[in-house]
């Protein structure tokens, strides 16, 4: 995880996260989304006719119907079908900046095989953990059914 050039800072659900910015994450405004609510998904992006879902997340990961979202986070781009996130705040941050560790979360994963969060950042402030792109999307995928990475 140390070799990325840059960490995505995320905040939702009154909490702060970080991810490795991948090339097939795509950020959107929230002008250019469709709020609507469509089963548990919060927002959706129309790419090509094909519907991309976007989740907002209550501090328990459970779904909830609105928040204070400005931006979607997609994961896995490159795949069939990506998947949104809704966060209240988006930084990019430089992984020089930042010391990753590796993090073994206690229990189950919340998808087959997938824990949500392989890593954390320590920092003068504490501790901050850091999301599994893969894991993130299959979690968010399952919420309606889809559990297939792509």
Do not use: C
Request: aromatic share 8%; hydrophobic share 45%; no cysteine.
């Amino acid at each position: 995880m140390t070799d990325l050039r840059h960490y995505l800072e995320l905040q939702f659900a009154g909490q702060v996260f970080l991810m490795p910015n991948f090339p097939d994450i795509v950020i959107e405004p929230r002008e250019n989304m469709q709020v609507e609510r469509k089963g548990r998904a919060a927002a959706e992006r129309i790419v090509q006719g094909a519907s991309w879902p976007a989740y907002a997340l209550g501090p328990d990961w459970s779904p909830i119907p609105e928040s204070r979202w400005t931006r979607a986070v997609f994961l896995g781009t490159s795949a069939a079908r990506p998947v949104g996130l809704l966060v209240d705040g988006l930084r990019l941050l430089p992984a020089g900046d930042l010391r990753i560790m590796p993090f073994t979360p206690l229990g189950p994963a919340p998808v087959p095989g997938r824990h949500l969060f392989p890593g954390a950042a320590v920092g003068r402030s504490g501790l901050t953990l850091v999301l599994a792109i893969d894991g993130v999307a299959s979690y968010l995928r399952a919420l309606e059914g889809d559990h297939g990475l792509g």
